[in-house]
Nanobody
Framework: QEQLVESGGGLVQAGGSLRLSCAAS?????????MGWYRQVPGKERELVAA???????NYADSVKGRFTISRDNAKNTVSLQMNSLKPEDTAVYYC?????????WGQGTQVTVSS
């Protein structure tokens, strides 16, 4: 019932930008849930990219600080990740995550590929 659906992934050249969006459905508790973006490449552990609390506090991986921005729109039940100055090492499958008492889970993932 609860779902997280990512969109916005694709192919972009190094230095370009992408905006990922994650839409939550099937829950009344989005606004009380911490949200995050993770990424994973084959053979590597899934890693936290950015997180945002119910109150809007943010946290970023050192590798993306100054380039990525996470935001949320509680009225629309969405969380976004604005990615600027993309690098080839940003290439990964990006996953949306919800972490709360009444709403938790993962999206299906969206591929981001940054070419040199």
């Amino acid at each position: 019932q609860e779902q997280l659906v990512e969109s916005g992934g694709g192919l972009v050249q190094a230095g370009g930008s992408l905006r990922l969006s994650c839409a939550a459905s099937g829950t009344n508790f989005f606004r009380s849930t911490s949200m995050g973006w993770y990424r994973q490449v084959p053979g590597k552990e899934r890693e936290l990219v950015a997180a945002i609390t119910r109150g809007g506090d943010t946290n970023y991986a050192d590798s993306v600080k100054g380039r990525f921005t996470i935001s949320r729109d509680n009225a629309k039940n969405t969380v976004s990740l604005q990615m600027n100055s993309l690098k080839p090492e940003d290439t990964a499958v990006y996953y949306c995550n919800a972490r709360g008492a009444f709403f938790s889970g993962w999206g299906q993932g969206t591929q981001v590929t940054v070419s040199s």
